[in-house]
């Protein structure tokens, strides 16, 4: 977009600026590849200008002092101003990262229940614990008090969810931040800055610096004045932003990929509707945004004995997909993100062929059409059949919209295939046994287990993973206590001399 004026998408000590470099980035849209907005590309200067201003607000500023029914206010005022701006944040998320509008709105919906959900944690929790120390000349008690400074690194699949789920609790808990969003979507998380400014949130606690993982990120991870650390992101990046923290014994967060187990049993198809729930829950699992989610059930484990069947219907939908521009009445599920994954996306495709499976559906770039530009990075939803534990496509994270199908005979045949990842992050099984769904969701190694359904969570319920997938928990109880410090306060009310040293 020749002559677009750069927006100011640096936000340092309550201040909007311009990269100390001035360079820019162009933000693309993934349905046509052409740029839409123009924001700041920061480096480690603009990181570090950020980490600094952080530090003071929270050394010097009223944030981390102020009392928690307050701060739950503001939060509380932060989910009104986004159902204010839901149709606008859905819509900017929306062409942002190639979902669709309507996908865009439930991510706004989830956005303000995530504020929500941490401001009536902080206001119900009471004061700090009370402990017995045996004697009435001790008072004990432990608290809890804010990290300090975090800094917060996001992906781009959901940028404005993901981002809430760090900023809501650190900001319950009286942290101040910096956010460094994917560079690729920083648009919402951008617009979520301004909103915590609207709301009241004083100067200084909230920071965002735009810009490459490369510079920002790996400075944002080891700059000496951070507290914590928490990322959310692939494998390879997480792992070394968590070296750079450990380095500096910084507390650390890791939300990293998966590669997740959608199980199904024979006695689940046992009738029509159970058959097609399955059948409608596995396409959803694999192909919503088009696989470009953490939680994806990218590896369909179905009992032999329907394996046909149900591998044939579930074929069938996912080539009736409605495949296009997100902001299109009518489509289902938008474009890949960016050449780059739907690059990486093909080549998972061709070495899954190369390794003998057996391609029903997709497989290909999909003609372009009145919703589906030539230039947008659409890929059509892909099952892969007769696939086993040893391709590389059913043990790596592909991202990008690929089922593969593998069989078992028994219970114990499908929980190894289940757990037979090096992540950990969600899986589901689907049976019509309640005493085989409770014995298999307790031996899966994931850190969310759904029973007959796939996808959804509760912001009071942790999330997070087991293996690969991380380290640490977002949401729930666990979510907010990842941004706080546990202190003892041991007051003796009678003191006097020990006398361990004769003096
Ligand atoms: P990515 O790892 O490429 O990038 C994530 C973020 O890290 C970006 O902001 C990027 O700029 C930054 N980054 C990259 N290299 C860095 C470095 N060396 N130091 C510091 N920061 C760096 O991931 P992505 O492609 O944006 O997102 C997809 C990945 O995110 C997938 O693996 C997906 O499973 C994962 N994810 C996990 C969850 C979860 O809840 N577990 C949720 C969403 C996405």
Known sequence: ???????????????????????????????????????????????????????????????????????????????????????????????????????????????????????DLVVGEGGGRVVDAGTDEVHSVVVHEPVGVCTMITPWNYPL????????????????????PSEITPLTTVALIRLLAEAGLPAGVANIVTGPGQSVGARLAEHPGVDLVSFTGGLVSGTKVG????????????????????????????????????????????????????SA???????????????????????????????????ECGPLVSEQQREKTEAYVASALAEGAVLRSGGKRPEPSDVRPAAGYFYEPTVLDQCHRDMK?????????????????????????????????????????AGRARRVAGRLRHGTVWINDFHPYLPQAEWGGFGKSGVGRELGPAGLAEYRETKHVYQNLAPKPVRWFAG
């Open 1 to 119: 977009m020749a002559g677009q004026q750069a927006e100011q998408t640096i936000h340092v000590g309550g201040e909007w600026r311009d990269a100390v470099s001035r360079a820019t980035r162009e933000i693309l849209d993934p349905a046509d590849a052409k740029p839409f907005a123009v924001v700041a590309e920061g480096d480690e200067r603009d990181a570090d200008a950020a980490v600094e201003a952080a530090r003071r607000a929270f050394d010097e500023g009223p944030w981390p002092r102020t009392p928690t029914a307050d701060r739950a206010a503001l939060l509380r005022r932060v989910a009104d101003l986004l159902v204010r701006d839901r149709e606008e944040l859905g819509l900017l998320e929306s062409r942002d990262a190639g979902k669709t509008v309507e996908e865009g709105r439930v991510d706004i919906d989830c956005v303000a229940d995530a504020f929500r959900y941490f401001a």
């Open 297 to 331: 059930g990218s590896r369909l484990i179905v009992e032999e004995s329907v394996r046909e069947r149900f591998v044939a219907e579930l074929a069938r939908r996912a080539a009736r997909i409605r495949l296009g521009r997100g902001t299109e009445d009518g489509v």
């Open 243 to 294: 070296q750079a923290a450990a380095a500096g014994v910084k507390k650390v967060a890791l939300e990293l990929g998966g590669k997740n187990p959608n199980v199904v049993f024979a006695d689940a198809c046992a009738t029509e509707e159970g058959f097609d729930t399955a059948v409608d829950q596995a396409l959803n699992a694999a192909f919503i945004h088009s696989g470009q989610v953490c």
């Open 393 to 433: 496509v059913v043990r790596e994270e592909v991202f990008g919209p690929v089922l593969t199908v593998e069989t078992f005979r028994t219970e114990d045949e499908a929980v190894a295939l289940a757990n037979d990842t090096e992540y950990g992050l969600a899986g589901a099984v689907w049976t019509a046994d």
């Open 161 to 180: 969810l993901q981002a809430s789920w760090k900023i809501a609790p650190a900001l319950a808990a009286g942290n101040t931040f910096v956010v460094k």
